[in-house]
């Protein structure tokens, strides 16, 4: 063995001791990162596995609420729901509901991220003030509005000199809970927006100058394309939470379905009928056709996303 060989060795050594040592360690890191893991995943199972599976249960039996009779019944909660018109009205108005709060949202959020971030003066005033309601609990903004849409003293009638019947008419009703969950909920799509606009580089606005594109150019072409992923983030979360309105309109219409029933969403239903009618499996297989019906519209989100990534990749 040369001089250099026998310096070597020990460095080659201590190098396969080493590979060794850090071959063995992502098995040690799994095998101790499940103990990190595993409070989250009891919790999990506990509030969210074991639930849904009692739920399922339920739905196949005539459950009531005060937990005694339970009669297996098979697949007849499901038939029924099917059959039930109040159920397919209560779902129409949640989706009527979600088709006109979800654009609003998105362009009223996204005007208002576009106002917060080229405003010079008092931004961070502008800022708070888009944000604070977003803050607010569903009973606070629900009784305020419930206030201000008051044909007799609300400020909005008297405002504006109208004398709409807002929380006693039908044709009235749902657009007044539509303008209460824009004002209430747009906080949280102004934020989203608004961290989105910031991270735009700004060489990008400075050669658009330089090439002579206006104001208006550099919008379209430059802001509305880098916001493409939050835009679709956005949606995608005001649909999911749109279709699950309930604090708010129960809250407007003093805890009942509306007038003619026009606000009755299919959270509220599902509530009538567990805790009003006792009626816990019918309620359980509803609530079932709901959640099918929202991972649905979950997975075609992220079935959409992910061709729109393979497709800008390529």
Not at 144 to 152: A, D, M, Y
Not at 241 to 253: I, K, R
Not at 259 to 267: A, H, I, K
């Amino acid at each position: 063995m040369t001089t250099a060989e026998s310096v070597l060795a020990p460095t080659r050594a201590g190098a396969g001791a080493a590979g060794t040592t850090t071959a063995a360690r992502p098995g040690q890191g799994f095998q101790h990162g499940g103990w990190f893991v595993a409070p989250f995943l009891a919790l999990f199972s506990l509030f969210v596995i074991w639930p849904l599976l009692r739920g399922v249960y339920l739905s196949l039996t005539d459950a009531n609420i005060t937990g005694t009779g339970e009669r297996f019944i098979g697949l007849d909660n499901y038939r029924e729901a099917l059959d039930d018109p109040l159920m397919w009205d209560a779902l129409g108005h949640s989706a009527y509901f979600t088709l006109l709060v979800v654009p609003c949202i998105a362009v009223l959020a996204f005007l208002l991220a576009m106002l917060a971030h080229h405003i010079e003066r008092g931004q961070w005033l502008w800022r708070l003030c888009f944000f604070v309601p977003f803050l607010l609990p569903s009973t606070v903004a629900g009784n305020l509005w419930q206030w201000l849409f008051n044909p007799g003293t609300g400020m909005v009638n008297h405002v504006f000199g109208l004398d709409t019947p807002w929380l006693t008419d039908a044709s009235y009703a749902m657009l007044a809970l539509v303008i209460e969950t824009l004002w209430w909920t747009v906080g949280f799509s102004f934020l989203l927006y608004l961290a989105a606009l910031q991270s735009i580089p700004a060489h990008l606005y400075e050669a658009a100058k330089l090439d002579g594109a206006g104001a208006w150019q550099r919008t379209i072409h430059i802001t509305l394309p880098m916001l493409r992923t939050i835009t679709g983030l956005v949606i995608a979360l005001q649909i999911l939470a749109s279709l699950q309105v309930f604090d708010q309109a129960v809250v407007m219409m003093d805890f009942g379905p509306g007038p003619e029933n026009s606000t009755r969403t299919f959270v509220q239903y599902t509530l009538e009928e567990g805790f009003t009618s006792y009626r816990v499996g019918y309620a359980s297989a509803i609530s079932i056709i709901f959640f099918v019906i929202i991972a649905a519209v979950a997975l075609a989100r992220m079935w959409l996303l992910r061709n729109r990534t393979e497709e800008a990749g390529r």
